[in-house]
């Protein structure tokens, strides 16, 4: 059994990372294999809306690492998504596999039946460009 860890920050073994590495944790104790793959560095793409996926198995377009990332999340048993919180969401990067993944998934029924699925985020260091991120960022008058 072996689960998929994806590390969405733009930051390589950040504090997504180590959450997830909290996580694997726990599944090694337990016997199950884990994997980590780190976007940092990396741009996905968004999705196309092509619908050219359909009955391939996976997102046509190869030009970045989601078809592998794709890939990987189909043999896994289990998939942790981990995002740095950016802007009161997930980063870019998951957006965008999440967009490609769930049309690929979509076009494809079937490729994560049986699948568990878990998520964890990260935010807030104390102090980011000088904001403090306790504070709302846009004050009520
Ligand atoms: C572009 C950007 C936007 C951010 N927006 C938020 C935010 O809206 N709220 C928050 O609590 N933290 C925000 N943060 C801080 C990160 O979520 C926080 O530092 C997180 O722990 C970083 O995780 P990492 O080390 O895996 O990159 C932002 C950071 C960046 C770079």
Request: aromatic letters at 8%; charged letters at 20%.
């Amino acid at each position: 059994m072996k689960v998929l860890g994806i590390n969405s920050s733009a930051r390589k073994d950040g504090n997504t990372a180590i959450l997830i590495y909290k996580v694997f944790e726990a599944l090694n104790t337990s016997g199950i294999e884990t994997e980590l793959v780190q976007f940092a560095g990396t741009v996905i793409a968004p999705c196309k809306a092509c619908w050219a996926c359909k009955n391939q198995g996976n997102c046509v377009h190869g030009q970045d690492g989601f078809r592998e990332v794709f890939r990987k999340m189909k043999e896994a048993d289990g998939i942790l998504l981990g995002s740095p919180v950016y802007s009161a969401n997930v980063s870019a990067n998951m957006q965008a596999l999440l967009e490609r993944a769930a049309v690929a998934g979509d076009m494809n029924p079937g490729l994560f039946k049986h699948k568990v699925g878990a998520a964890v985020a990260a935010a807030r260091r104390w102090r980011f460009a000088g904001h403090r991120y306790h504070e709302p960022l846009f004050p009520e008058p």
